[in-house]
DNA sequence: TTGACCCTTATTGTATACGTTCTGAATACG
DNA sequence: CGTATTCAGAACGTATACAATAAGGGTCAA
């Protein structure tokens, strides 16, 4: 009975798999498949930040209630992704200054810490894993699909941080370079993604040599590069002072 | 096993705020304080690792139905406080050896990382503050209340930790420190508590006196004496061994 | 024409009802 | 007497219905 009303058009772009025309039951290991895709969206840039998700729309989209989208949001919302604001709902969030330098602090402090353990611990299977996603990466920029590109570096750094052996520290890392693509998406400059593809390659070769010392300074670099690349400035944020943009006199 | 009936008579010492008899609206803000309070039964060992969460006592318990329950459970999982297993409902986590060692390899090295900035940015206030939490720490250990001790002892490092400014570093360090307690309940010694509470004294003058580094070399030690006074063994997990238990010659 | 107030509507918050599955025991059979 | 099977009960997973609230638009008055 529910007339699909309009969905905002950020799930325009491809995003099909979801769309189950006849799901007689969307299983509790879909709730975990929806997850992902939300995620994945946010992380591409395709969902932006101050976009607002009805749980209604998102309902019908993935064909369930509301009930199992709103522990969808909930999730997504204490991994800061979404803010949940109480009575409107939730929304992509949208990282303020003060945010975005505390998670690239605690980027520099934890994965650069973490090469000492992942340098000793690598495998070469680890080696060729990490040198198949940056070979991906570097064809995606290439492609100038920045949005794949996006999501492959955090998946990169992520992946990374689990080599060190650390579930708990690997997963703060992974929710941080999520929150990191948010960043970007606000603060980035158009047109010069973060991450340059042959940081990575270095690394890959510092941690499959065993130096960890230097991989931990190099990615100290790699990531104070990156954080240097974008415009961290007060935005326009609270009281535009109109006054003063439009020199009235009044 | 027998303890699924503990968590009835878990709210019966004070805390009487959520089972208001005649309650019109829980509010959104009383989700919060359900959650607190459940927390708080966990990081003071009233509920202990493994004890069951039944959605229905809970949710009779604090005079709201199954919904809200289940958010907040799912909020505690989340935190890594109660497991969810798919058909079985929830219950308090019991940190495996490989999870103890991890949060506290973590604790270190975020903890020890954060005193620099907590010594640059600490205020007197702070100082005041945190010399009191310890003065309440030192008056539980004394009155034998070990499970307001345990509670003050989390709560103190959390503090610390906020003290340095960055709030994502800070969330981190709060939910490690309550998944310390937890790991505290399954291996710790029972009457030798983790903290030492003049350890906190002498942490809370280092940082006074602004000597960051040397304060980042004490909480190192502080944090290693913790978890060397665990137990940390491969416990009698998986496949009991029942024939080198017994002994038989079968 | 502008401003304020009210009403409609859309969206979230909460509860409840139903279906499914897992557990546990009782019974029947070998 | 032991074991397997089945049935009943209970607890979780999901959906739906209802209530409350805030936003937006329209109307009326100055």
Known sequence: MSGSRQMAESTSSGQQQAATPGPKKAGGKGLDAIYRSISEAIIEHRLKPGARLREDALADVFGISRTGIRKVLQRLALEQLVTLTPRRGASVTRPSVDEAKDVFEARQMVE????????????????????????????????????????????????????????????????????????????????????????????????????????????????KSIEASLSIFDEPEETPDLRDIFAFDA
Not at 153 to 166: D, M, P
């Open 112 to 223: 650069c810490a973490l090469m000492e353990a992942a340098a000793k611990r690598i495998t070469t299977a680890d080696v060729e894993e990490l040198r198949e996603m940056a070979r991906e990466e570097r064809k995606a920029l290439r492609s100038r699909e920045q949005r794949v590109a996006i999501k492959l570096s955090a998946t990169f750094h992520a992946r990374l941080a689990e080599i060190s052996g650390n579930r708990t520290l690997a997963e703060f890392v992974g929710q941080l370079c999520s929150r990191s693509s948010l960043i970007l998406a606000v603060y980035g400059n158009p047109g010069h993604l973060g991450c340059e593809s042959h940081d990575h390659d270095n690394l890959i070769e510092l941690l499959a040599a065993g130096e960890g010392g230097k991989a931990s300074d190099f990615m100290e670099r790699h990531l």
